[in-house]
């Protein structure tokens, strides 16, 4: 894998994250995934744009991945026995075809870690789609636990994982 870069996005790029997140949604459509099958949150993106929580990866100079790092722990999915501001969570992660399989995804997810524990953050969190076992091997053969499966009859997400990141062990 050559050098990336992460870094935070700009406003002006909302159009590049939000063609990240929709080749990720075609790629899926194509696999019979239902994940992501609507257009992306552009107000949350936007939001997220301006606030200096989404990022992208690029490689040699060229977008290739985007993810969202903030400390926004869904109430729906995490309770407060949880202890929600003990972590970092993600959202919105999707490598570009061109890129897949040369560990990108794994890069980022090291990243968040390393930002959530200079944040003095434990974990690391994100929900997935329930449904994609697949994306749950994923998560876990890169040091993921499943928490639980949150089964809310208005969405399809909410297989939650977290993992240490190190911080205060």
């Known amino acids: 894998m050559k050098d990336v870069l992460v870094r935070a996005g700009r406003p002006d790029e909302l159009d590049v994250v939000e063609a990240l997140l929709r080749e990720a949604s075609a790629w899926l459509a194509s696999r019979n995934i239902d994940q992501w099958q609507y ?36 109430p ?9 501001d003990t972590a970092l ?25 390393e930002r959530a524990a200079a944040e003095s953050k434990r974990w690391l969190r994100l929900d997935a789609w329930k449904d994609n076992p697949g994306l749950h091997r994923f998560y876990e053969d890169a040091g993921f636990t499943l928490v639980r499966i949150v ?19």
């Open 89 to 113: 969570y993600v959202h919105r992660m999707a490598v570009t075809r061109t890129a897949s399989g040369a560990g990108i995804g794994n890069l980022l997810l090291d990243w968040a870690s």
């Open 39 to 74: 257009p992306p949150h552009r107000d949350r993106i936007t939001e997220a744009l301006e606030r200096g929580v989404c990022f992208l990866a690029l490689e040699e100079g060229r977008p290739v991945a985007t993810i969202q790092v903030d400390d926004f722990a869904d």
């Open 151 to 169: 089964d809310l009859s208005h969405r399809r997400s909410g297989a939650l994982f977290q993992r240490s990141t190190g911080w205060g062990a």
């Open 76 to 84: 729906e999915f995490w309770t407060q026995e949880d202890q929600p």
